[in-house]
């Protein structure tokens, strides 16, 4: 969130405003063209593996708030393809070993709990919400060097995508602490029962 605030610093550079990299790029501007290349892997990366957790899930309410979110994914992958073009680069996927890790840990969490159950729930939204968290991260820090390199048509772009993130973020909490997470609870107890 501090990083979304962070007053742009560009008043004394010369640096073209929102006219995309100049030719001969600055380290900074190369480790930004490389974080967007990382963050457009992980979005496209999550177009395909949000559709699993969705038909995983157990609840209707988590399956329709995943369902929201694949499509916002979907939009955000073409706000990240206007930044490239802002920027000046063809849009390109680079892997990004860390989202790859928290989506093999959502998968195995659907492995390890039991189909329909209220704790596959619980697990799928921590899950998601890892997956929030490095979004929310990862977009915080891109707005604040879109504002330092003097693009803020692309800190604009950015910053709807690190707000959407955060509304999911906010919403799976909700989820969570309304309903599910009490009832793995009770799903528990009635098991010990048996
Ligand atoms: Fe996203
Ligand atoms: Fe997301």
Not at 21 to 48: P, R, S, V
Not at 84 to 106: D, H, N
């Amino acid at each position: 969130m501090a990083n979304a605030k962070t007053p742009a610093k560009t008043a004394k550079k010369k640096a073209a405003p929102s006219s995309g990299m100049g030719e001969g790029n600055t380290q900074l501007e190369k480790f930004f063209h490389d974080c967007l290349k990382d963050i457009y892997w992980a979005e496209k990366h999550l177009t395909k593996a949000l559709p699993k957790m969705m038909k995983a899930a157990t609840t209707d309410e988590l399956k329709t708030a995943i369902e929201t979110h694949i499509e916002q994914t979907v939009g955000q992958i073409g706000r990240l393809e206007q930044v490239f073009e802002i920027v000046g680069k063809k849009a390109q996927a680079k892997k990004c070993e860390a989202m790859e890790g928290l989506i093999k840990e959502g998968e195995s969490i659907i492995e390890e709990t039991e189909d329909g159950s209220m704790t596959r729930d619980v697990g799928i939204i921590m899950a998601a919400q890892k997956v929030e968290h490095y979004e929310i991260a990862t977009y915080g820090g891109l707005v604040s060097l879109a504002r330092t390199l003097g693009m803020d048509d692309a800190a604009e772009l950015l910053e709807q995508t690190l707000e959407e993130e955060k509304q999911t973020d906010a919403g799976l909490t909700e989820i969570a602490e309304n309903n599910i997470n009490w009832e793995a609870e009770q799903e528990d107890e009635t098991e010990e029962e048996e």
